[in-house]
């Protein structure tokens, strides 16, 4: 029976919104949960659970929680006993076979790095979150994983990204795009120069430089960035969701149509949730050596259950190594 | 009489939009306006509207326009008769006060770098966009003059926007925000944690990192970030915008509900506009010395006459040479 661990004290709302999201998805694919964290507290929500009868389910001790507002490596070398920490032991050891967080997201990128290591040929580790866009979803990494990338490191990513996008989307050749400031080769700054000329040279489907305001149109699968840019790209949407979701019922009034105006909401705020990356159930850290999936800090129940029963799909499709195969067969190594 | 210098042939809809914005700002506003390009195409719209018998018009030959595809410096290069060549010369002969241009930003750079060259102690130019925020307006910059930028350049930009917010808002403290990805000093890149402690240091009402789902909340009233991550905010926020509008008629049927989806719809469209930098009349190029107020590409009539209204109050304010003082007053030179 697979097993995934998870993280059951990371996250903004505590653990209750994660163990009930994970046990939903445990009953559901007749898996086993590793549930890592204050014990007294796991077995307390694990108790309001009714899925919990028919989840085998293990609780490992982990006293330590690490807080969003901490510097991650610094809160990860004082806290030996951090949950995330001890989540990523279990799946190392083999008695998981992926990890659920939805805790700081630097600090599940380090002890992800730190107990699984790096495929080999990657020098590091994207975060890869699902967008919406006018003909369906594309995928966009790096979304925070690493602020500092160098030109090989994209081209990495778009390798990561196009098994990512096969196996997630079902897309034989994902189209790769490189996020800059005009479509033209020229235009960008130096990483984006410098990679697009790597790009090139590579063996996946480069279309050649996506402007921002085509990240939504959907004119690629798969949208390569440093993970600065791609943070920025990522929440600077959400707020501009948000405010528009605002902003509408000042726009309706005078007169107010309010059979129009919840329907319009109701719209809105649907859309504000697609583009939290959150709702198509985290994104997976690619480039580590062992399968993880972030959620976001903010994570609601079904959010974590969407998150874990991405995991579980990632694990049977072998992910992590048809990665790792892909990465070396193209020589886009050498990190 | 105050005379505005307009690059008649810039922008993508050709020399209509601009022309026939520009002279209903100058009737407006009794100011004169130096139009440079084809003086047959410049002529027959100048013609066409009913504005000219008002407006003192000087038309100024320049045969080449560089497109807003082309490689900039290369261009100008290749070019030396471009229009927006010849209207900043015009500007820095002083025979005009202001130049407004809606072509090539990159090529609008160059040029008025070029020709006014740099205010002392600035190092790079900053293009501030004006963005909607749910409590008002803020300012961006940079939103795209430079990609390449280094902490004391952002320094500079926190300055200038000062200056600029003060100017254009009326407000006597504007709140400094540093976009980043995260609120805490130690995020971000390189770039903004050397920034975090220089601008701590600045005579600012530096409020410290912003990240990016809370430039539209209003926290601050001015944001500095490097040009290519301003860019990126920028145009992904334009991108988010039209695919929300554009699924807002799917999410109303069925059944469909036609007043409530008009009045969303328009509610949607006008702040799909007000993302657009061009509905505040354009951004002007901070640093440079001279006044520079550059247009969306796609500038409607009523931006371009926005944008003009904005230049001329610019240069009543004497904006560019307060900003001069205050980034000499404030040491924030050495570039």
Redesign the interface.
Known sequence: MMRIAIDAMGGDCGPRAVIAGALAAARDLSIGLTLVGRRAEIRAEVERSRAKPRVDVVIVDADDVIGM?E?PSAALRRKPGASIRIAAEVVRRGDAAALFSAGSTGATVIASCGAFGMLKGVGRPALAATV???RGTAVLLDA?AN??CRPRHLVQFAVMGSVYARVATGIDHPRIGL?S?G??E?K???L?REAHGLLKGASVNFIGNV???????GVADVIV?????G??????????????V???GD??APPP?A???Q??R???R??RRK?DYSEYGGAPLLGVAGLVVVGHGRSSAGAVRSAVTMAHRFVRHDMVRRIGREIVAQGAGRA
């Open positions: 507002g510097q919406p866009t006018m925070g602020a500092a996020l400031t479509a033209e020229t960008g700054n130096t984006t402007e921002a305001h085509d990240v939504y149109s960035c440093d993970g600065f840019t943070n920025v790209a990522l929440k600077i949407s959400e707020g501009i969701a948000e405010m528009m605002g902003m509408l726009a309706f149509r059979a129009g105006l329907a319009a109701r719209a809105f649907r859309v583009i």
